[in-house]
């Protein structure tokens, strides 16, 4: 790895007004504006070059808005399928592996594309930001790639996770003592989490990482499109992802569209078929229902919803779809369409993709694969079409099988309903 890297040369600019300022830091919106928008990265060197291997991930630094290379990271993996392709009967099917598949060149030792986040996230921050603690939220998976960056690179990092999803955060040696949990308690969701991590990044000291309005965050989940477009030389006509914030479909937009400023990979925008676990679907129904905003959802009937559904991941109960350059708009412009998998349907994906392809999913990516074989099922996919099968996560059932397991264990699981000030006074006693 190259380690004078010179921090890519970028601006931002307000999805809303059009208006480009500098990046003063860690800007997550646009300044002086009251619509709510994500800002976007716009690269000062409109045509991706790529980097070698030896970059990992930060081969494609040229579009993502970092400062600095960490060590360890992995790009994402792309190949031509060939046997769920014959079995689908589609002759340019194409999957992008983030995961654990060493055959293949995929060495992800957290088994998801959350690292292309992570990494990305942390390139951003600037030396001064050491001082304080990142805050991040997460179902499970995102969590155990930040765990893991920040970890490995001493960045003080708290996270906050529901109790129920504490399984997730398995690593293959302990943490550095500069990355702490907290939880809500069990019965929670995602949902919550959020909140407590709001509540935490009003306290001295805190800072959010930011979700979805964090351009590096959506530029690191990019890097899965740029794999693809430029493995197949060319925009792919589809693209197939299973959503609960729907960050991820934003960020492959957003790239598509750079792509055609780039002009070497065509000039059309791929159909974006993002998909959910039911019965937890509130952006199918917000979508269905032509709203741009999202439908109301009772929050006891949510949260007994996301324990029905085995990709606990997709949970997003306030997702950045309505937001300007969200992902209502990302459908909009694709002509895409939001799907809908059963757990059984899920399941039986799976295990079509570990006969055909070789390797276990993450449950999301089960709910991605399930949504491509209901697609061509209902004959909503051309046999010839370039489709792009975005795999978030996989081989982890290998992994583990491979490598002694560790659990990071919470400091202090918080009631629903905790008081903000018990909560500043716990967390304020934690030594990162």
Known sequence: MNHNFRPTRYRLQSVATGKVFDDTGWLLEATDEDKPTLVRAVYNDPRLNLFDDSFGLYRYASWLPVNRMLQGSSAPVTYKSEGLAAHLGLKNLYITFSGWWPEIGAVMPTCSFKETEAYAVCGRMTPEMSQKVLVVASAGNTARAFAKVCSDNLIPLLLCVPEDNLDALWFDKPLNDCVKLV?????????DAIHLSNLICGFEGFYAEGGAKNVARRDGMATTMLSATTFIGRIPDYYFQAVGSGTGAIAAWEANLRFLSDGRYGSHK???MVSQNEPFVP???AWKAGSRAMLPYDDDQARRDVEQINAKVL???????PITGGLFDALSDTSGEVLTVSNEAADAAAELFERTEGNDLHPAASVATASLVQAV???KIEPEAVVMLNITGGGEARYKATHKLHYLKPKIVFDIDAASEFIQSAVSRMKF
């Open 183 to 191: 939880c809500t308690a069990s019965g929670s969701d995602y949902f």
């Open 270 to 272: 791929m159909k974006l």
């Open 283 to 285: 952006i199918y129904d």
């Open 315 to 321: 949970s997003n109960r306030k997702p950045p779809y």
């Open 377 to 379: 099922a209902d004959k």
